[in-house]
């Protein structure tokens, strides 16, 4: 992976940023809730400036990333999970995917187009209808597991929790939020999740809801500098949550060069040798999960 440098070559506030970037994973109501709450500032801002993305298209690829991380709170070993949106709306789609050791990654099928932004009143109109289709890949399965559904809400957030109500009857909710300052910059990024295990009380369940949508914003708490565990504490103190573990996220992806020099060497002899003939060169090789370039001189075709 090529990774844009967004803290100007500063390895202080690179760390500081890396250190603040965690899951933290939570049970509470006597463990019949189970959760988690990630901070990603410094990964959705990564994210922004290696694709390229303006305000509205990083509100929508960070909603989704956040999204994906959570939903590896419950995975182990090498699992990872991944969902995809197609839809009709200027979005078109999303495709993003995270693993077990806190690596994300993903992209926006095309670069949102509208007239103007002021006037988008919901996410919900860049949607439209379309599928929502999650993915997971277990270490001890035979073969991936889909689910899918239509899109109901327009939103990552709710139309995720209504895949888990539909397909794994799981009572689920989620909490994405980025808060942007003046210069459109994102200043906060991070989620909740909650999940209710069988047999917890309905008592419960309608507090937990309550609780979740009475935090206003999450990004913007991020930003002025509030940690995770004191807010979930705080938040969630009637339900008594207790800490299990935590662990680092990250804008990450394994694309090197030697797995694109693979898929040159993958092509037809005739695309090679027209690719040989006719350049352009450099001829680049785009990572569409990161969008990192890979260049290769004629010298290096030659070579494959």
């Keep these: 992976m090529i990774k844009k440098d967004i803290f100007s070559k500063d390895v202080k506030a690179q760390f500081k940023a890396a250190s603040k970037d965690r899951m933290y994973r939570f049970v509470m109501a006597d463990g019949m809730i189970k959760g988690a709450v990630v901070h990603a500032t410094r990964m959705v801002n990564e994210m922004q400036a290696n694709h390229g993305l303006g305000p509205l298209e990083t509100l929508v690829l960070g909603q989704a990333y956040i999204a994906v991380t959570l939903m590896c709170a419950g995975l182990k070993g090498k699992d990872r999970v991944g969902f995809n949106i197609r839809c009709s709306g200027p979005v078109q789609g999303v495709d993003v995917e995270a693993n077990t050791f806190g690596e994300v990654r993903g992209s926006l099928k095309n670069t949102i187009q509208v007239e103007d932004s ?36 327009g939103s990552i957030a709710e139309d995720l929790a209504t895949y888990f109500l539909k397909s794994e009857q799981i009572p689920t909710g989620f909490k994405l939020s980025l808060f942007f300052n003046d210069k459109e910059e994102v200043e906060g990024a991070g989620g ?80 090679r040798d027209e690719i040989r003939e006719k350049g352009p060169f450099p001829l680049e090789v785009r990572c569409h999960h990161c969008n990192s370039v890979y260049l290769f001189s004629k010298e290096d075709m030659s070579s494959l």
Excluded: W
């Design 192 to 271: 909740i999740y909650l999940q209710a295990m069988p047999g917890v009380s309905p008592e419960q369940v309608i507090e937990a809801e309550n609780r979740i949508q009475q935090i206003h914003s999450l990004g913007e708490a991020f930003a002025r500098g509030d940690s995770p565990e004191k807010l979930i504490e705080n938040q969630f103190e009637s339900l008594s949550p207790r800490f299990l573990d935590s662990s680092r996220v990250e804008f990450f992806c394994r694309c090197n060069r030697k797995r694109m020099e693979a898929y040159l060497k993958n092509l037809s002899a005739p695309d």
């Design 118 to 153: 002021k006037q988008i009143k919901s996410l919900s109109t860049l949607f439209g209808a379309g599928f929502l289709t999650v993915t997971k890949y277990l270490e001890d399965a035979k073969s991936p597991y889909s689910g899918q559904i239509a899109l109901e809400h």
